[in-house]
């Protein structure tokens, strides 16, 4: 708690106006990312987790509104002008998204994308840039990146296009990495290789925002974990504390539902039922039709959040406390 | 022994490299001579990377693309695309789900009418009232609600979507189902869902099941045998305890100690001791074995002559040189 | 599953095309249009090709006084039925031969896209060769061996015009092709003809909609063109490309002949635009 957080998100709401109504994707979300931390942010598809970051950076869709609060090293971010956004997301926040292929042009050689993306905007002379370029593909586990400078996305695997995405978004020297489901569209290998350049990039001091849907991915790499689920934030808690010992239902069933190589093999505990539909309306605990737990409580009122040292959870009845601290 | 359900033979494809202005000639080769065979009732996991000729195997088996050299048999029949009455007799035994969620229904079909097809096609059921009847079976068994067969496929969720394709898979009660990556593109916790639904069909069915993954764990949960592919190869085949507690192939501990560990502790600990196997960027040797490049272990003799599938005990094959000196224990 | 669900993606497309405010506006002009050209001559005094002796000079502009409300010609015919004839005339030749090149476009199109290899490439040789010859001298060489009549006109201008549809066509049923609900139809067993029909053309509608609705403005100036020439619609029959033309003649003496034509042309195509992108967001049921 000592540290300033470097990103402070303060009753987040994102809404979307769509035909038949307003949907409502983050229900105001509380959350702080610690400089030099890597903070894990993990969610079903339609958890609105993606939503809250891009709200940050003004990338919602055009029927998209945000409110509430975003600070980013004490500049306020919701509703600042489109010019300052332009500056957060060019040179003080790095984005990775899902698809590889969409940040990189295809017709472009990739040391031409990675120097003309900091050169274009006059951060940095051409040489710089290049030593840079050289320097941060040596850092996401490129071999040879000279070589590599001459080569087109498509010569690529999907490992090195992602590593190369991180790469490029990291081309300013941003002090936050929001990486939004970077290992989704590969294959296991490589997840794990990428992974592993999120965890030495960690180490080197970079603030990591790690967007996922997948709990397994995160335990290796991730300080702490956010799970949302229907807009707003269950649990957040240090990683050991919240594999070890989840206090939130939702995250329980979403650490059973993990295919292990080491659990008896003939059943998959999965979460019955589906997350509410985007034109639900939410009354008591979003997570209650779907939890074993619930009782009439929870179907009435929404949960306050709770916190007990570092770990915070929004639930009636929380698991107990396991034997972790 | 009886003939087994499904076999594959020596089957080698190869697609037309069709660089700029449709010259032709040169070819890829996406599987090199494999060979597999599946039983009735039994269930068959197929694991590798991207590129390894996974989703290739799946459209011969289904007919969707055509030998350039060994056969595909169905019951012992050689599958030829021509023959067009063997071939409805076997699709009517043999059936796919896809990855793609979204994509392997129509998008101006409702998802009712997706599965009313696969009835029609197949059993030649065309008048209203039994076919709603039976659609209604398929949503019930797959565990969606019948309300939603009206609804069309932007309407439905990633797992609904996935669940309608199974009810069309199986409304006919297939002996075989093939699924391609059928949990990849969900999340983790439909991953589960999907996964125990299919695990029920096969029990309620006695459905066999050839089953496509790149992850390990979902195929362990699923299979009674696993065939690692690599590059077209297949280089481990093992029934399933013996290949995840003694895997032979340095392929396939690199695999398994991919797959993410949801224990911090562990994570951190195994990150630290990875091994180079992970590294998937080089290109695959001229001679000798496939994956000596990327492989720990390789020696002089492993990038020049190409190991042969051989026994390793337990009716596993592996095709390593150096099998023998891995320790048998689990990796970690 | 007969016909229920079927009507529903299209009470739903039609829902979606009524919240649409241009397409609707558009719609209701293009009726009115449509209702004026057809009422039109009932309600004017004056026939087609009725030459009105008491003006001096013949030409004159319009005047409600007169009943003449778009002024007469050079040859003082009645402007306003005349419009009224040529409206009818130019959208029946795009209409039909639009539906023309939509019927052979569409079926050869997605048969060559989906079938694909030998016959796909054989089929858009054929589309190849009949787009190098001269587009002209094949309608003039017609109209020459069959005689001057309407039906020939839209046969003809149809007969060309579905070269590009079918091209556009192919391109979206090769992409198709490769979806998994189309491989998923395959293992199903169904017959090539059936996945076309079913599969492959309900979801190029889209596309076929939007460019059907810009190859009936190019039919219309095409059709003006021929009778330009001396090769489209006869006297004393007429088209709003005739009509266009024979008033640009005349723009610095009597503008009124150009302008009246043209405004309804403009208006037509105007709207058919309009039209055509309101029902290829409302036919595409992925559009919330």
């Not at chain 1, 998959?268 to 309306?281: D, F, K, T, Y």
């Not at chain 2, 969900?186 to 096969?202: C, F, G, H, K, T």
Request: neutral net charge; proline residues 7%; hydrophobic residues 45%.
């Amino acid at each position: 708690m000592a540290q300033a957080p470097l990103l402070a998100i303060d009753g987040l709401r994102v809404a979307f106006d769509a035909e038949g109504g307003t949907l409502q994707a983050v229900r105001g979300v509380a959350l702080d990312v610690r400089p030099g931390e890597c903070l894990a942010v993990v969610g079903e598809s339609g958890s609105g987790k993606s939503q809250l970051f891009l709200a940050c950076l003004g990338l919602l869709a055009e029927n998209g509104r945000a409110t509430g609060s975003a600070c980013l090293d004490g500049d306020e971010l919701i509703g600042s002008p489109e010019a300052q956004l332009e500056t957060v997301r060019g040179a003080r926040v790095g984005l990775v998204s899902q698809d590889p292929m969409n940040a990189l042009t295809p017709h472009l050689r990739i040391g031409a994308q990675l120097v003309e993306y900091v050169t274009d905007r006059g951060l940095m002379s051409r040489s710089q840039a290049r030593a840079r370029a050289l320097e941060l593909l040596g850092a996401v586990g490129i071999d040879d990146p000279e070589s590599r400078f001459g080569q087109y996305p498509h010569e690529l695997s999907g490992g090195q296009r992602q590593r190369v995405a991180i790469a490029m978004a990291l081309m300013p020297g941003p002090g936050l990495l929001v990486a939004d489901e970077p290992t989704t569209a590969l294959d296991v290998t490589v997840q794990a290789q990428v992974l592993q350049v999120l965890r030495r990039l960690r180490e080197g001091g970079l603030t990591i925002v790690l967007i996922t849907h997948d709990l397994a991915v995160v335990a290796g790499v991730a300080d702490r974990v956010a799970v949302m689920y229907a807009g707003v934030v269950v649990e957040l808690a240090p990683v050991a504390g919240l594999f070890a010992s989840p206090r939130h239902p939702y995250t329980r069933a979403l650490l059973d539902s993990i295919p292990r190589l080491d659990a008896p093999a003939d059943r998959l505990s999965g979460i019955e039922g589906q997350p509410p539909g985007p034109h639900e309306r939410i009354v008591g605990c979003a997570f209650a039709p779907r939890c074993r737990q619930a009782r009439d409580q929870c179907r009435r009122s929404e949960p306050a959040p709770q916190a007990a040292g570092e770990s915070v959870w929004a639930c009636h009845a929380p698991l107990p406390r396991g034997w972790t601290t | 022994m009886s003939t087994p359900l499904l076999e594959v033979r020596g089957l080698r494809v190869e697609y037309p490299a069709r660089g700029w202005g449709g010259r032709r000639g040169s070819v890829v080769p996406a599987l090199h001579g494999l060979d597999l065979a599946l039983d009735d009732g039994r269930s068959l996991g197929i694991v590798g990377e991207s590129g390894c000729g996974k989703s290739t195997l799946v459209r011969s088996a289904l007919g969707l693309v055509a030998p350039s050299d060994g056969e595909v048999r169905w019951r012992g029949w050689t599958v030829d695309t021509r023959d067009r009455a063997r071939m409805r007799q076997m699709r009517r035994e043999m059936q796919v789900v896809f990855q793609d969620p979204f994509g392997s229904l129509d998008p101006r079909l409702t998802a009712g009418e997706s599965v009313a097809e696969a009835l029609q096609a197949l059993e030649g059921v065309t008048d209203a009232a039994p076919t709603r009847q039976r659609v209604s079976a398929a949503f019930a068994a797959v565990g969606l609600d019948a309300s939603l067969a009206s609804r069309y496929p932007h309407e439905l969720s990633g797992g609904q979507c996935q669940r309608v394709a199974i009810a069309r898979a199986t409304i006919v009660r297939p002996r075989l189902l093939i699924c391609d990556e059928p949990v990849s593109a969900l999340d983790v916790s439909v991953q589960a869902q999907i996964v125990n639904l299919l695990a029920e069909l096969r029990r309620r069915d006695r459905t066999a099941l050839l089953f496509i993954s790149h992850n390990l764990a979902v195929v362990r949960h699923l299979c009674e045998e696993v065939a690692v592919l690599y590059l077209g190869r297949i280089v481990e085949r093992a029934p399933r305890d013996s290949l995840f507690l003694a895997p032979r192939h340095p392929y396939t501990r690199a695999l398994l100690a991919a797959v993410p560990d949801p224990d911090p502790g562990e994570a951190a600990r195994r990150s630290r001791a990875e091994s180079p196997t992970v590294v998937a960027d080089r290109l695959p040797a001229a001679g000798g074995c496939p994956f000596s490049p990327r492989c720990p272990l390789a020696v002089d003799r492993c990038r020049i002559e190409p190991p042969e599938l051989e026994s390793t005990g337990d009716g596993a094959v592996a095709a390593c040189h150096r099998w023998r000196e891995l320790p048998t224990a689990q990796l970690d | 599953m007969s016909d229920g669900p079927r009507r529903g993606i299209y009470v739903a497309a039609w829902r979606r095309l009524r919240g649409n405010r241009a397409a609707v506006v558009a719609l209701a002009t293009l009726v009115l249009l449509v209702a004026a050209s057809l009422a039109g001559p009932a309600v004017s005094p004056y026939a087609i090709d009725q030459v009105d002796w008491s003006l001096n000079p013949l030409a004159s502009p319009p005047a409600l006084g007169t009943g003449h409300w778009f002024g007469t010609d050079g040859n003082g015919r009645d402007l306003f039925v005349r419009v009224c004839a040529g409206t009818r005339i130019s959208l029946l030749i795009a209409v039909l031969a639009t539906a023309v090149s939509l019927a052979i476009g569409v079926a050869w199109g997605a048969t060559a896209g989906y079938v694909g290899g030998r016959l796909d490439d054989w089929m858009m040789r054929v589309v190849d060769v009949l787009y190098a010859l001269p587009y002209m001298f094949f309608v003039i060489i017609l109209t020459v061996v069959f005689g001057r009549n309407l039906f020939l006109i839209f046969l003809a201008i149809g007969a060309v015009g579905w070269l590009t549809m079918a091209r556009i066509v192919r391109g979206q049923a090769l992409a198709l092709r490769s979806q998994p609900f189309v491989d998923a139809a395959i293992t199903l067993g169904l017959p090539t003809h059936r996945i076309i029909a079913r599969h492959i053309v309900p979801n190029v509608v889209g596309t076929v909609v939007v460019y059907a609705t810009l190859t009936v403005p190019q039919v219309i100036l095409f059709e003006s063109f021929l009778s330009f020439l001396g090769l489209g619609v006869q006297e004393p029959l007429t088209s709003l490309g005739r009509l266009v033309a024979e008033g640009s003649l005349e723009m610095e003496s009597a503008p009124w002949l150009l302008l009246a034509p043209s405004t309804v042309l403009a208006l037509i195509l105007l709207c058919l635009n309009f039209l055509g992108d309101g029902l290829r967001d409302a036919l595409d049921p992925r559009q919330r």
